[in-house]
């Protein structure tokens, strides 16, 4: 029995620095990048935490930096997790698949990197290899999908009223107007939709599984 109790705890301090690591990584390629941004003369605060990428990688470091800090302690440690690990996954496919051809501006490459790739992908590993502690209400579930709705409605509003868009799939005034924003936000919400059923299943079946 001993040799199992020191096993589950040395799991359990290697899956704490993990978190650790990668959300400290991923709060200091912020920093950086927010006071390099500083000093670009068209700089604009409100701007730089309107990028839904900044915004899903903040959430995600500050809830990997809790979970190794208090763990299953955590209120609704899973919850949390699981929205985290949707927001990321959302801002990796987003990314390759619509902007990784467009120029980084004032983004330096490392950070990129570290935002669009490299945190994202450790928040996957970390939802397919820990085991979840309880099981997922799928009802609860489905308000991780509140903050992209939010944002959404956020981005397009103050975008009509400052001229300035996030993302150029969300300006209306590009090709395709309107229409083109509404068609290209449909198909990430099905993103949205599907993944949360896939992360949920996930989840669920090995929290089956656990003894």
């Not at 004032?106 to 790739?117: E, M, P, S, T, Y």
């Amino acid at each position: 029995m001993l040799p199992r109790v020191l096993t589950r705890k040395y799991q359990l301090r290697v899956v704490a620095i993990f978190r650790l690591a990668f959300g400290v990584l991923t709060l200091a390629a912020l920093g950086v990048q927010f006071r390099t941004s500083q000093s670009h003369p068209q700089f604009n605060a409100v701007s730089f935490f309107s990028y839904f990428t900044n915004l899903s990688n903040i959430f995600g470091a500050f809830v990997f930096v809790a979970l190794a800090a208090a763990g299953s302690r955590l209120p609704h440690s899973e919850l949390l997790r699981g929205a985290a690990v949707l927001y990321l996954t959302i801002t990796f496919l987003v990314y390759a698949l619509l902007l990784s051809g467009l120029g980084l501006g004032i983004v330096l490459a490392w950070v990129n990197n570290v935002l669009h790739r490299v945190f994202p992908i450790a928040a996957l590993l970390d939802w397919f290899l820990v085991r979840p502690r309880v099981r997922l209400n799928r009802r609860q579930t489905w308000w991780w999908l509140t903050f992209p709705v939010l944002y959404l409605i956020y981005s397009l509003i103050r975008g009509a009223l400052t001229g300035w868009y996030p993302y150029p799939f969300l300006d209306p005034r590009r090709d395709g107007g309107y229409l083109g924003v509404i068609l290209t936000c449909l198909a990430i919400a099905l993103a949205f939709v599907l993944l949360t059923m896939g992360l949920t299943r996930v989840a669920n079946g090995r929290a089956e599984w656990r003894p």
